[in-house]
């Protein structure tokens, strides 16, 4: 999740395209980076560690969601996701500010859902 946010200040993203949730689906939990603690105890959300010095001296601060244990799949709407599924795609979307506008759940082109009207 860091990575996304410190992408997003980068690029400056209008909203997000979820791919390949199936990848979850064997997951009991979800463990998502929100930021790192430095050595002085100062908690950084949205930059990467710019140096291997930089990595070596924080800790990645975790936050635990609870997976779904369910084939998503053959889900064509997102509210036949998982309810611990759309629950991660809504934890994404109030850590970024932005919209998860598709959630693919499969490598094939036609297996995803958009959540709303692309302008």
């Known amino acids: ?12 993203l209008s909203s997000i395209f ?6 979850l689906d064997h997951l009991d939990e979800i463990k998502i980076c929100t930021g790192y ?5 100062t908690i950084t959300s949205g930059r990467m560690p710019a140096t291997m010095k930089e990595f070596i001296d924080v800790e990645a601060q975790y936050v635990t969601l609870k997976g779904w244990k369910q084939d998503t799949s053959k889900c064509k709407r997102f509210d036949e996701l998982p309810t611990e599924a759309q629950s991660f795609v809504k934890f994404i979307e109030k850590f970024t500010k932005k919209e998860v506008v598709f959630v693919s759940t499969s490598a094939e082109e036609n297996q995803g859902m958009l959540r709303t009207r692309l302008s």
Not at 6 to 12: A, C, D, G, Q, V
């Open 18 to 23: 979820l791919t390949h949730v199936d990848l």
């Open 37 to 41: 603690k430095g050595s002085d105890g």
């Open 1 to 12: 999740m860091n990575l996304l946010l410190h992408s997003e200040r980068i690029n400056k």
